[in-house]
């Protein structure tokens, strides 16, 4: 086969900085999602209509529309 250059991990790529955006992130299983995504290095935007209840971790943006 030929080779793409990308190896392991399904193409994620070590040099960028994983980012994320959660859909429903004022909910429990939202907000949980994100918190545990910004601590494995992600930057997390949760996106929802309602803001979350519970303490927004550093790395983490709230956006409530």
């Known amino acids: 086969p030929p080779s793409s250059g ?3 991990n ?3 790529l070590k040099d960028k900085a994983m980012r994320a955006v959660v ?7 939202g907000y ?3 918190c545990a995504l ?5 930057s997390v935007v949760l996106y929802d ?6 303490e927004i971790p550093n790395g983490v943006v709230c ?3």
């Not at 859909?23 to 299983?29: Q, R």
């Open 49 to 54: 209509i309602h803001k979350p209840i519970w």
């Open 10 to 12: 399904a193409g994620a």
């Open 6 to 8: 990308v190896r392991g």
């Open 32 to 34: 949980k999602l994100g």
């Open 23 to 29: 859909t429903g992130g004022g909910g429990y299983f």
């Open 63 to 65: 956006i409530q529309v």
């Open 38 to 42: 910004a601590s494995s290095g992600a």
